[in-house]
């Protein structure tokens, strides 16, 4: 092998290592946002058009909730690595839902980031980011708490301790659900594009009963969700037994790989789709409920 690409393959592995746990990744993020932006109802959607600083019209606000919707795992990360515990809550395997306050340590994690910033945004209260910061944050967190390995760690720190063997190739298990499901899913849905993806998604799972609507202690509740599909969808159904409640460390089992056969790729591919679909019809709740 030469120099150079012995290099490369060096800074890629480099790469890998240092890879935030990026819940869903732009792809997913976007679907959301732009489920959500349909979903806006006409006294909300000019609030978000105006802070956002684009047009009131559907595809306007589309484009900009999209484009908000990555920014806190780009620029505001970068600008303020003490951002990073704010994307999940590590409920171990072993919590009840009565663990959930514990794992919130000094409310920095998703849950409490999600009341918070739909407190800022209601009261025009905005922090150093403004109120666009702001609105990003909460399209982001609202997408990153339906990604079940956001609300669940196996002493596997939500995944990213555990290797896997699946395709698409992905480093780790948490990676798989960030990004390799979201990928079988436009596959089965024949879409490349986030808006196309939202339009199938929504056309597939509706907008109805509870998921217009934003309730208080939503934010929990839906923590307590993804972390039983964890449990269901992810370690259950992988038959990966629960480990002692390690929160910040990595149990040796986990560089073991786990086989992901493609059936369960393609099942997991339909339950990121309802995940995103949720999220998305929860956010535009939520933003109508700040702008009623």
Known sequence: MGK?????????????????????????????????????????????????G???????????????????????REQDRTTAPWHYIDICLQDTKQDL???????NCVTAKIDEYARRLRDGNYDKWGAGGDLAFLIHFVGDIHQPLHAATNADRGGTCQRVNVAPVEENLHYTWDDAVVAVLEKQL????????????????????????????ESEQIAWESHQLAESDVYGALGIMGRPCELHSCDPATSTPVMLS???????????????????????????QIWP
Request: aromatic fraction near 6%; hydrophobic fraction near 45%.
């Open 101 to 107: 306050a514990a794992r919130c340590p000094q409310g």
């Open 54 to 76: 684009v047009p009131d019209d559907t595809g306007s606000v589309e484009k900009a909730m999209a484009a908000a919707s990555i920014r806190p795992d780009t620029e505001f």
């Open 262 to 288: 493609p059936a369960y790729m393609e099942r997991k591919g339909q339950v990121a789709g309802r995940q995103l679909a949720k999220a998305g019809h929860r956010l535009a709740g939520l933003l109508n």
């Open 190 to 217: 024949e879409t490349d594009q986030p808006k196309a993806t939202a339009g199938k998604l929504e056309a597939l799972y509706p907008a109805a009963g509870d998921l217009a609507t934003w309730r208080p202690g």
């Open 4 to 52: 150079s690409k012995t290099v490369l393959l060096s800074l890629f592995g480099l790469f890998l290592l240092s890879r935030p746990a990026w819940a869903w990744f732009a792809e997913g993020h976007e679907i959301v946002a732009v489920i959500a932006a349909d979903d806006l109802t006409p006294t909300a959607r000019p609030h978000v058009a105006q802070i956002l």
